[in-house]
């Protein structure tokens, strides 16, 4: 199966920036769509990013719109999260993750955006936003 291994979090102020990375191997040849997604204790999943390959269309949740950006280095099998302009409200345990389940850029955001998407998931990193 896909192993996903997240890095990067951390502990910073409101208004500042983090770079996560997500390195992926094994079978990646069988993925079709990747996201980043993130949890609070006692909340249900939230997806908040989302990569097609073909083309690299990306899809975010109004939440984080205009301030996180994903990319994907194919070469290197990672994915990126640049999340700028922090709040604290962002707090909370990101995973990344995959898809082998056949899409279209057309299905949109809400549908790129959802856990149930997605089979292999990584082990999560913390980021930590203070005031």
């Known amino acids: 199966q896909v192993r996903l291994v997240e890095s990067g979090g951390g502990s910073v102020q409101a208004g500042g920036s983090l770079r996560l990375s997500c390195v992926a191997s094994r079978y990646t040849y069988t993925v079709h769509h990747w996201g980043w997604f993130r949890q609070v204790p006692g909340k249900e999943r939230e997806g908040i990013a989302a990569i097609y390959p073909p083309g690299a269309t990306t899809y975010y949740s109004d939440s984080v719109e205009g301030r996180f950006t994903m990319s994907q280095d194919v070469a290197k099998n990672t994915l990126y999260l640049q999340m700028n302009d922090l709040k604290p409200e962002d707090t909370a345990v990101y995973y990344c993750?995959?898809?082998?389940?056949?899409?279209?850029?057309?299905?949109?955001?809400?549908?790129?955006?959802?856990?149930?998407?997605?089979?292999?998931w990584g082990q999560g990193t913390q980021v930590t936003v203070s005031s």
């Open positions: 993750a995959a898809s082998d389940q056949a899409a279209h850029l057309a299905y949109g955001a809400s549908w790129f955006l959802a856990p149930v998407r997605y089979r292999y």
